[in-house]
C-alpha cells in the first residue's frame, strides 16, 4: 500500500518561491504517474501538475506554466513541486497524488501553501 506525505508548504510573500516534496513509501514509485493537485476554500481541487512514470511527459495547468515545475526522484520514491514567482491566488492546500498503472490513486494529507499580497 502506497503512502505519500507532503511538506514543504508554508506562507510566502508574492513573488515568492516554495518547493513542496512528497514522500513515498511502502511502494516502488516508479510504477506510478504522479501529480500535484490543489484545492483553495470554497473551491473544487484542480490539477496542477503531473508527470509519467519516468517524467518523459509532463503537463501543467495553464494558470501555473512557466513558474512551476514537477519532477521526482525515483531512486529515492520522491516527488516535488518547485514553485516560482507565486501569487496570492496560488492559496491552497497541495496534495500529491500517484496513479499506479492498474488506475489506483493514491493520495497525501495535504500541505497548505499561503501567499501573502
Known amino acids: 500500500q502506497l503512502q505519500l506525505v507532503e511538506s514543504g508548504g508554508g506562507l510566502v510573500q508574492s513573488g515568492g518561491s516554495l518547493r513542496l516534496s512528497c514522500a513515498a513509501s511502502?511502494?516502488?514509485?516508479?510504477?506510478?504517474?504522479v501529480a500535484w493537485f490543489r484545492q483553495a476554500p470554497g473551491k473544487e481541487r484542480e490539477g496542477v501538475s503531473c508527470a509519467t512514470t519516468r517524467s518523459d511527459v509532463t503537463n501543467y495547468a495553464d494558470s501555473v506554466k512557466g513558474r512551476f515545475t514537477i519532477s521526482r526522484d525515483n531512486a529515492k520514491n520522491m516527488v516535488y513541486l518547485q514553485m516560482n514567482s507565486l501569487k496570492p491566488e496560488d492559496t491552497a492546500v497541495y496534495y500529491c497524488?500517484?496513479?499506479?498503472?492498474?488506475?489506483?490513486?493514491?493520495w497525501g494529507q495535504g500541505t497548505q501553501v499561503t501567499v501573502s499580497s
Open positions: 497524488n500517484a496513479r499506479h498503472i492498474s488506475n489506483m490513486d493514491y
Open positions: 511502502g511502494s516502488n514509485l516508479d510504477r506510478y504517474a
